[in-house]
C-alpha cells in the first residue's frame, strides 16, 4: 500500500480463483457483466458491445449512486492477463484513479488475481464527493469484488463458461438484471 498523508492510496487484493484466466478476463473485460461482480456495489449497468480489445479504448459505465455514466480510458491491457482504466465523468479527461486486474495463470484451471485501486493521481483539489469516495474505498472491498468474481467464473467454468447465461439465469446475482433486484432498475 502507498500512503500520502494520512491517506492509504493505492489498495490491493489478491485472490486464488479455480477458473482457467480466460474465463475471468472475460468477465472483467467485457463492462456489461462488471455489475454482476462489483463488490463496491458501485456499478448499475454498462450497455453490451464494449468489450474491451487494446489500450485507448473507452468503455461507459452508469453508477449506481448518482446514475451518473462514467467513461472509463483503458490505460494497460494484455489480452487474458492485464486490464487497467481510468474512470472520469462522461466526454472529460480522466479524474485520477486507476482501477488495475492482474490475472498470473497458476495452470489451466487456477488463476491469482489482484485488483489494485490507485488513487495517487486524484489531486488534492478534486471534488470534495469525489475524494470521499476514494478515501471510503478499502481492501475489503476490493476483496468482495474478488469474491464474487471468483464465484461467477467457478460457477462459468462448471458450466461450460457460459458466463452470460449463468448472469442472465440467476436470480438474485449480484447485478443481475431482474424485477426482484432492485440494482436492476
Known amino acids: 500500500m502507498t500512503s500520502q498523508g494520512t491517506d492509504v492510496r493505492v489498495l490491493s487484493a489478491s485472490r486464488e480463483i479455480a477458473a482457467g484466466a480466460g474465463t475471468i478476463f472475460e468477465l472483467i473485460a467485457d463492462p456489461a457483466l462488471q455489475p454482476s ?9 454498462a450497455a453490451a458491445g464494449q468489450r474491451v480489445r487494446g489500450v485507448g479504448e473507452v468503455f ?32 472529460q479527461e480522466p479524474a485520477g484513479h486507476l482501477w488495475r486486474w492482474e490475472l498470473e495463470p497458476l495452470d489451466e484451471s487456477r488463476t491469482l488475481v489482484t485488483q489494485t485501486y490507485d488513487w495517487t493521481g486524484l489531486p488534492p483539489d478534486a471534488p470534495a464527493k469525489r475524494l470521499e469516495r476514494a478515501r471510503s474505498t478499502t481492501a475489503d472491498m476490493l476483496q468482495a469484488s474478488l469474491d464474487r468474481l471468483a464465484a461467477l467464473a467457478e460457477a462459468s467454468e462448471l458450466h461450460g463458461g ?3 447465461l449463468l448472469r442472465d439465469v440467476t436470480p438474485g446475482f449480484p447485478g443481475v438484471l431482474s424485477p426482484n433486484n432492485p440494482r436492476s432498475s
Open 60 to 91: 461507459a459505465m452508469t453508477l449506481t449512486r448518482t446514475s451518473g455514466v462514467r467513461d472509463n480510458r483503458v490505460t494497460e491491457f494484455e489480452e487474458g492477463r492485464l486490464i487497467a482504466w481510468l474512470p472520469g465523468d462522461a466526454g
Open 37 to 45: 461482480w462489483d463488490g463496491n456495489d458501485n456499478l448499475a449497468v
Open 162 to 164: 457460459k458466463i452470460k
